[in-house]
């Protein structure tokens, strides 16, 4: 029973996307953007079911059956200020922008602000490849869920294996307008379900008072921010959230606003919006360390599934995963149509075809991309095993390093081609040093007092697009004036 409902939910989800394509106007911009007509609400909830994965859910509750409330404190709560914060800021002038001068993408915009190729092909293949690791997030954590929501009738390749043919169906058929409408219906039900979790297993635990004594005898450290989350990492996780200015389906779903006001109600009920899905997640796994012990090391990443099977089975059990999954979706399918709107419109139609291509032609390098993104990920999928928290912090770190190409680019006048270059170059290569570095060593011996290689990153970053650009020539008027209108002022 529990695999049937999951398996409606699939089915309703597929049908809301595919419905989606009775209004396709064959267009690459209505395909890739659904024609810059999203309101305020459909905004609201395409960007925060876009944002919210995996790793919110699965990764959220078994990092905190593992270190206890603290784990809140590191993302969730940075989150519910930085984020809306960054939309404030830079969202609207985004949206500005890409409507004035056309543009379907990340890419697009860095490579016309810097006037570089160079850039815009080296920024396509790091925002692809840090973007990989939170795909993984996705279709593993949809895995993990469906084999332990069926006790293992359906095991972890098979259910990667069918939120990946769901997806892909409704992407390639109704491009962003169908991503949109599927997500809208997909954070309703994991936030609603995830309350009803909550509330469903706590009661049955005998109460939440009862369930955290019992944690407290058996568990104390988990009920405070112990020594395993210092003053140093819980600063190092603010700068995290940064992220979401480089992340290129958030900056995808910036472009498709109707008018810049449409981002205020973002603003305003994001915060709200974390709490929701934050503070039940987190409560769950710190509950599930004395209602199912002994989970090590990616095994915990499942506890919420696993608490879902011990208080809820049977029908509740499938409308709770269906949550699970709603939260793995609304993601993925955002990031692999970003990718293959950058694939089509920066590399295939800007390098293959240098600027002149049908709209028949794009939607089609669009969709065989996403196929091509999503058989990889499949398959990185079935061989990698790491923590869902470990592997979404990583990614997250790649891009929040990539701060200042998005600060710079927008706010400062100075910034130069030759600086945003160094800039990605740095985020790369640091990036990949230290990781090697601590997969190698088990560790860095330097984070162990709570430095997070964000920190580093960001510095170093900062640090190279600034100073490169101070010593090289200054963007042209004509450049100033396209980006900075106030430019053009005498």
Known sequence: MTLAVILVYLALVLAIGLLSHRLFRGTGEDYFLATRTIGPFLLLMSLFGTHM??????????????????????????????????????????????????????????????????????????????????????VMGGGIAMAQITSGQVPAWAGSLLICAVVLA?????????????????????????AVTFVLIVDRAGGLSQALDAVGAAAPELLVRGPEIPPLKLLSFTLIPLSVAMFPHIFMHWLTARRASSFRLTVVAYPLFVAIVWVPSVLLGVLGRVAIPGLEGPAANAVLVKMINLYAPGVMAGLLGAGVFAAVMSSLDSQVLSLGTMFTQDIVRHFGFHGR??????????????????????????????????????????????????????????????????????VAFGWIYLFVSEQRAGGLPWAQDGLMPVVILLGASTLALVSVSLVTRPPGDEVLARFFPQARQP
């Not at 409408?181 to 609603?192: D, G, K």
Request: hydrophobic share 55%; net charge positive.
């Open 53 to 138: 994965t995996a790793f919110s859910l699965l990764g959220a509750a078994g990092e905190a059956y593992r270190t206890g409330v603290g784990v809140f404190a590191l993302m969730a709560s940075s989150s519910a200020l930085v984020v809306p914060t960054v939309i404030f800021l830079m969202a609207p002038r985004v949206w500005s922008l890409g409507r004035h001068h056309g543009f379907l993408t990340q890419v697009q915009y860095f490579r016309e602000r810097f006037q570089s190729d160079t850039l815009g092909l080296l920024l396509f293949v790091v925002l692809t490849a840090l973007l990989v690791p939170y795909l993984l997030i996705g």
């Open 170 to 194: 409704y992407v390639t058929a109704g491009g962003l307008r169908g991503t949109a409408w599927a997500n809208m219906f997909q954070t309703l039900v994991f936030m609603v379900l995830g």
């Open 357 to 426: 291509m049908s709209e028949q032609r794009q939607v089609l390098a669009g969709r065989l991309f996403v196929v091509g993104i999503l058989v990889v990920t499949y398959v990185l999928s079935l061989v990698t095993r790491p923590s869902i928290f470990s592997l979404g912090i990583w990614s997250f770190t790649g891009f929040a390093a990539l701060f200042p190409l998005m600060a710079g680019a927008l706010f400062w006048r100075r910034a130069t081609r030759s600086g945003a270059i160094a800039a990605v170059l740095t």
